[in-house]
């Protein structure tokens, strides 16, 4: 992988692991910023001129790692840098990728318009090849726009001012590392899907090009610690998406799992007429297999237990961005530590260096999108998801496709609208969502919507929020799977919102949320819910925090067609009290009590 460079800089390491280039430069660190309150900035010269204030990026404007923390609704955001190209990157196409920006981005270089892009959460690039020449100066401009009005997929983004309830700081502008990268003007590499097929013991690759040209290959690696496993060449001149099989020798397969996360390197390369080396990416590989059995999802072919967290990305002082790639690490051991095998990642694309380090260290991750923020005020249509949802999707998907950590896919999150008899833009878009997955990916398991609105008979998985605090009502509500009556959220009058289970492996994708904050506890009634809030009635002590804990994940535990569930949460998020740990990321309870709880043995596992 390419070394960091400028170690200075904030977050330096390079943020593309899994489609990397050698040849780069980091963009991050001080910019020029101006806020744009009305959003007027266009007309009053803001592209033109310089700005009047300095930017810590990748670090959103909200937070304190930005230098700036201003959590007023910020309309409109401006930033303006200039960059010298480095002169070695002769007869070069000059790319300009954007991690994320949050939410309607455009992009100027040298007054020239290069880029539009909408959506907070998905990266995007830029083609400077005309406007900027190695050894020469290029002066970028960002607008990003992040209306706090009309739908638009947000995630856990407040509306409204203040923190309140599971809504959080607002991120507005550049989130995500920014970086310059050259690549070929004849053909390039776009980027490889790496499919394993552990039945065939061989990995399937696509590689989709910028062009085609004559006598031009495609060549693949996979190597491991003993050197060269497999290779394999296709001609580049005729399809825009050369596909290569890499069968990996049975004294050399090594699978993928939890227990075991290794991973194969792999090498793509471009290869002229001549032979020589036009491009070359690295990459890397998983081989394992997701599939579904009746009520069972299994990995590899064997019942996984799926203990999964809640995990929601927020930090203290960089909010939705890391304040380091060791954060990042750090978030994932602190759930195997309290026994967790994986997480949702929720209402959030986490950036794509959470999911390498997910990959090497062998943690489960459903991949999800922020799609709350699309009510709207009318009766039994109150959720109007748009067509950028689709779009933005799809961009998650195509990122994350390749990494074997990846075993589902949750495109929508407690969507909630009562069934009748007309049809709905949410029923649209929940079926847009869901076909588009399968689609684009047909190796992993799709929710149409986690918990609340199942739109699609026939989605892969079925699910449930339930946040009963009692572990033996809990056991009532949970006990009808097994006469295939498994519990589906319903409207607060009992009107359905999802069409019926279908026998579809189903897990409870939500629940504990035990509320817990010992300050808290201690200073008042429990209903201060502004500064501290949870779920049901607050332990009176850590060791019944524990004692709940232990009960609440034994009932799931112990059904033997559950394949899994997913607690809330791994962290305290500002006023949400009710994480496993700290927002600090603290330790709340003694850790290794939840260990020991969730190592039980899980019947799922067990003899059918």
Not at 28 to 54: K, P, V, Y
Not at 89 to 100: K, N, P, Q, S, Y
Not at 331 to 354: P, S, W
């Amino acid at each position: 992988m390419p070394v960091p460079h400028h170690q200075d800089l904030p977050r330096p390491e390079y943020p593309r692991p899994q489609f990397a280039r050698e040849a780069w430069l980091n963009l991050n660190g001080e910019w020029q910023f101006e806020i744009d309150r009305a959003d007027t900035g266009l007309e009053r010269g803001l592209r033109e001129r310089e700005l009047s204030g300095r930017i810590t990026v990748p670090f959103c404007p909200e937070s304190e790692l930005s230098g700036i923390g201003d959590t007023d609704f910020l309309e409109a955001v401006w930033y303006r840098r200039t960059v010298t190209v480095p002169a070695e990157w002769t007869d070069a196409r000059v790319l300009l990728h954007f991690g994320a920006v949050d939410h309607d981005t455009t992009v100027w270089a040298d007054g020239v318009e290069v880029a539009r892009h909408r959506g907070g959460f998905t990266p995007f690039t830029a083609d400077l090849s005309e406007v900027a020449a190695p050894g020469r100066e290029v002066t970028l401009v960002v607008r990003a726009r992040d209306t706090r009005h009309g739908p638009q997929a947000r995630g856990k983004q407040a509306t409204w001012y203040a923190n309140t309830h599971c809504h959080y700081t607002r991120t507005t502008g550049i989130w995500q590392t920014v970086w310059l990268e050259p690549v070929p003007r004849t053909v390039a590499l776009k980027r490889p899907r790496i499919t394993p097929d552990l039945s065939s013991g061989s990995f399937f690759l696509e590689l989709p090009l910028t062009g085609n040209a004559p006598g031009h290959r495609v060549r693949a690696t996979l190597a491991d610690e003993r050197g060269t496993v497999a290779t394999a060449e296709a001609r580049a001149d005729l399809d825009l998406t050369p596909r290569l099989a890499l069968a990996v020798p049975a004294d050399r397969q090594r699978v993928w799992s939890p227990a075991d996360p290794h991973l194969y390197d792999l090498a793509f390369e471009v290869l002229d007429a001549q032979g020589g080396v036009v491009d070359r990416v690295t990459s890397y590989a998983g081989l394992r297999s997701v599939s579904l059995d009746g009520k069972r999802l299994l990995l590899n072919g064997e019942p996984v237990f799926q203990r999964l967290v809640l995990d929601q990305g927020y930090y203290p002082d960089g909010l939705m961005t890391a304040p380091s790639d060791e954060a990042l690490v750090r978030d994932i051991e602190l759930g195997l530590a309290a026994g967790f095998n994986g997480a949702r990642l929720h209402q959030k694309v986490f950036e794509e260096r959470y999911l390498y380090h997910a990959d090497r260290l062998g943690y489960l991750v459903w991949g999800e999108f922020g799609d709350w923020g699309c009510e709207v005020g009318v009766r039994d249509d109150n959720q109007r998801p748009d067509a950028s949802y689709v779009t933005q999707w799809l961009e998650a998907v195509e990122r994350d496709y390749s990494h074997p950590s990846v075993i589902g896919w949750c495109p929508l999150n407690e969507t909630y609208q009562h069934l009748h008899d007309r049809i709905t833009q949410l029923d649209d878009v929940t079926h847009a969502m869901f076909l588009a997955t399968k689609q684009a990916d047909g190796t992993r398991p799709v929710i149409d919507a986690s918990g609340y609105a199942h739109r699609v008979p026939h989605t892969d998985v079925y699910d449930s929020h339930c946040y009963e605090q009692d572990p033996a009502e809990f056991a009532k509500i949970m006990a009808g799977l097994a006469e295939d009556k498994p519990y589906v959220n319903a409207a607060p009058d009992g009107r359905p919102w999802s069409v019926p289970y279908a026998g579809q492996p189903y897990f409870c994708s939500e629940f504990g949320g035990i509320w817990w904050d010992a300050q808290a506890a201690a200073e008042a009634s429990g209903e201060e819910r502004d500064e501290s809030w949870g779920y049901g009635e607050r332990p009176r002590s850590a060791e019944e925090f524990v004692e709940r804990f232990i009960g609440l994940t034994g009932v799931l535990l112990a059904d033997p067609d559950m394949f899994g569930y997913c607690y809330t949460q791994l962290t305290d998020v500002f006023q949400e009290r009710n994480g496993v740990y700290g927002f600090d990321r603290t330790e709340k309870v003694d850790t290794k009590l939840l260990r020991d709880a969730q190592l039980r043995p899980a019947a799922f596992e067990g003899p059918r």
